[in-house]
């Protein structure tokens, strides 16, 4: 047995959740599954599953083999894909993750021209506002916006993601308009739930950055929901500008605080480190990062000069 093959079957095991499972999708018996885990075990000198009549579960350092493996085999995959690429032509399916706005407003709209250019590759474009596991979930690629944490992943730059501030007329007849950024202390302002149960938020004005911890009595961790709340007078928004700029356009959202700018969201591609890329993501990447850096996918028209530039 090669220790790939008996990685393979303890990888199918432990997602599987007995030896019979796995046995069943991998067209082997029982106990020949039962033969790779433990021939693995005896090559590391550790237990990777503990075992009885009834069930089975993963030890500490069984855990830890489990997603190295998981990675091994994902990168000998790729290996193999690129050895079988007897043209370079890039054809496949890519899998990808970005948030709702984003991925709605940014990503979507540039991926008729990707299509163009390489009409054998199809794409999964998966939407949440929930930080998703780009190895474990089995994404190409992830587009993540805010401050990225060390997660070892390979990371590319893109345009930053620019942040408005802004009401509706007829909450700030009803209320009064904010001159400065404590003054929102005395507003209902919309929270977005995925940025913090405590939201502070910044901007840069006469005086520097200026922070304020904002209250109101709607959250919501989508922030078109926030977007319609605040067009029905609920209260006052920070969201990117791609997802207000037609309602600024046509007026039903004012853009308020003339004099400061909320400082703009970094947005990053990432990729599974180390990995051998296919053509298909590779084509992917160099397209992205041509389009998504050097354009300005959010709105150019209609706002303060400040706010434009942020």
């Not at 990053?268 to 993501?281: E, N």
Request: net charge neutral; charged share 20%.
């Amino acid at each position: 047995m090669d220790k790939l093959s008996s990685m393979s079957v303890f990888v199918k095991a432990v997602e599987c959740g007995s030896f019979a499972s796995a046995a069943d999708e991998l067209n082997l018996s029982a106990p020949m599954v039962g033969k790779h885990v433990r021939q693995l075990e005896q090559q590391l000198g550790i237990t990777l599953l503990n075992r009885s009549t009834r069930r089975q579960s993963l030890t500490d350092v069984g855990r830890h083999y489990y997603e190295r493996c998981k990675i091994v085999l994902a990168e000998v995959d790729a290996a193999d894909a690129i050895a079988r690429e007897s043209k370079k032509l890039a054809q496949g399916h890519l899998r990808i993750s970005a948030s709702i706005n984003y991925g709605t407003h940014c990503l979507a709209p540039v991926l008729s021209a990707y299509r163009e250019r390489h009409p054998h590759v199809t794409l999964g474009l998966e939407l949440s506002d929930s930080v998703v596991d780009l190895i474990a979930e089995g994404y190409d690629a992830v587009f993540r916006v805010g401050t990225l944490q060390n997660s070892g992943l390979r990371a590319r730059a893109l345009a930053p993601y620019r942040m408005v501030i802004c009401a509706s007329p007829g909450y700030l007849a009803q209320h009064g308009t904010p001159r400065t950024p404590a003054e929102l202390m005395g507003h209902e302002c919309l929270r977005f739930t995925h940025w913090s149960p405590r939201e502070v938020w910044y901007f840069d004005g006469p005086q520097g950055r200026e922070e304020v911890e904002i209250q109101g009595a709607l959250s919501a961790n989508v922030g078109q929901a926030l977007k319609e709340a605040a067009l029905h007078g609920m209260g006052i928004i920070l969201q990117p500008e791609v997802l207000v700029a037609a309602d600024v356009k046509a007026g039903r959202l004012i853009p308020i605080l003339p004099g400061y700018i909320a400082p703009s969201l970094p947005v990053h591609l990432l990729t599974a480190p180390g990995r051998l890329r296919t053509q298909k993501l590779q084509s992917f990447v160099d397209y992205v990062v041509q389009t998504l850096v050097d354009s300005d996918a959010g709105f150019t028209g209609g706002l303060p000069d400040q706010i434009q530039k942020g």
